[in-house]
């Protein structure tokens, strides 16, 4: 299955190893937006993942999966690490239908 996704990582680690845990999260995933605070690092991206990639990530669990093991890695020791995503393929969406009502409604006020 081919798919887009998006990810939002925040990572709470000491300032000494923010550096080390970005570049880890971004070996594996291309973070466009990335922020550091005094407490924390926050990472947005997005990934197309196709069904034909070869690689050892079969799906996004085990990418993420591997993200956050390349996090802790890079800190040295356990760091929390809070993983929010979205199935872009499929996002939540409202209808906003508009009709002949909304229509005339128009015609009216610009007149």
Same mark, same amino acid.
């Given at each position: 299955?081919?798919?887009? !996704?998006?990810?939002?990582?925040?990572?709470?680690?000491?300032?000494?190893? /923010? *550096?080390?845990? +970005?570049?880890?999260?971004?070996?594996?995933?291309? !973070?466009?937006?990335?922020? /550091?605070?005094?407490?924390?690092? %926050?990472? +947005?991206?997005?990934?197309?993942?196709?069904?034909?990639? /070869?690689?050892?990530?079969? *799906?996004?669990?085990?990418?993420?999966?591997? +993200?956050?093991?390349?996090?802790?890695?890079? %800190?040295?020791?356990?760091?929390?690490? =809070?993983?929010?995503?979205?199935?872009?393929?499929?996002?939540?969406?409202?209808?906003?239908?508009?009709?002949?009502?909304?229509?005339? =409604?128009? +015609? /009216?006020?610009?007149?």
């Amino acid at each position: 299955m081919s798919a887009w !996704f998006k990810l939002q990582l925040t990572i709470d680690c000491s300032e000494a190893k /923010k *550096n080390d845990v +970005i570049d880890a999260a971004q070996s594996l995933w291309d !973070f466009s937006d990335v922020q /550091k605070s005094d407490m924390s690092v %926050n990472g +947005i991206g997005r990934v197309y993942m196709s069904g034909e990639d /070869k690689s050892s990530h079969s *799906n996004f669990d085990t990418l993420l999966q591997d +993200i956050v093991r390349a996090v802790w890695k890079a %800190n040295g020791e356990y760091c929390e690490v =809070d993983a929010q995503s979205l199935y872009l393929e499929e996002p939540p969406w409202e209808e906003h239908p508009f009709d002949e009502e909304d229509y005339d =409604d128009f +015609i /009216k006020e610009s007149s």
